[in-house]
């Protein structure tokens, strides 16, 4: 347990700075994985044809997924497929991790076949102090979901605390 966590320079300047690109993909796999896992059970998560009987052309993302970021031997998160850099818990050297929350934004309805392209970004880092696990990092950041066009199709924000 972290008795303290000290922001340093370094780690402030990082609070703003945008990834480069990173591709997201909305697949049918994904869709029906995650509705399953959250167990939603309405068919249009899993059934072209109900999808269609009720008016999607292809199968639609569920409340909260925004697409499964691409894993790119050798330039992914080993464990999160995301950008280099993107998960800060190997940067400021904390190996635990509480997820804080997470707000998903939907511009449109994202629907299954779209190829996306995400920019993270850190907004925030705080330090907070728990009685049972001493001092906390709490970042949190964003990923911006953009269609093949360049319009925002959706955002994500997200809080995690690190110790």
């Known amino acids: 347990m972290a008795e303290s966590i000290e922001i340093t320079p370094e780690m402030r300047a990082?609070?703003?700075?945008?990834?480069?690109?990173?591709?997201?993909?909305v697949t049918a796999t994904g869709v029906r994985a995650f509705a399953r896992g959250v167990g939603y059970t309405?068919?249009?998560?899993?059934?072209?044809?109900?999808?269609?009987?009720?008016?999607?052309?292809?199968?639609?993302?569920?409340?909260?997924?925004?697409?499964?970021?691409?894993?790119l031997p050798g330039?992914?998160?080993?464990?999160?497929?995301?950008?280099?850099?993107?998960?800060?818990?190997?940067?400021?050297?904390?190996?635990?991790?509480?997820?804080?929350?997470?707000e998903a934004v939907y511009e449109r309805l994202l629907l299954v076949g779209?190829?996306?392209?995400?920019?993270?970004?850190?907004?925030?880092?705080?330090?907070?102090?728990?009685?049972?696990?001493g001092a906390m990092l709490v970042v949190t950041s964003e990923i911006i979901l953009s269609d093949g066009s360049g319009e925002v199709v959706a955002r994500e924000r997200s809080r995690r605390s690190f110790y």
Not at 14 to 25: A, K
Not at 55 to 69: D, E, I, M, N
């Open 75 to 102: 330039h992914s998160d080993p464990v999160f497929s995301t950008p280099p850099g993107a998960d800060p818990r190997p940067r400021y050297g904390l190996t635990q991790v509480l997820d804080g929350s997470t």
């Open 42 to 71: 309405d068919p249009v998560y899993y059934d072209p044809a109900a999808a269609r009987a009720v008016g999607y052309q292809h199968l639609p993302a569920p409340p909260c997924y925004l697409g499964t970021p691409a894993f």
């Open 114 to 133: 779209e190829n996306l392209v995400g920019r993270h970004r850190l907004v925030d880092m705080q330090v907070k102090q728990s009685r049972a696990l």
């Open 14 to 25: 990082q609070i703003g700075v945008e990834s480069g690109p990173w591709p997201y993909e």
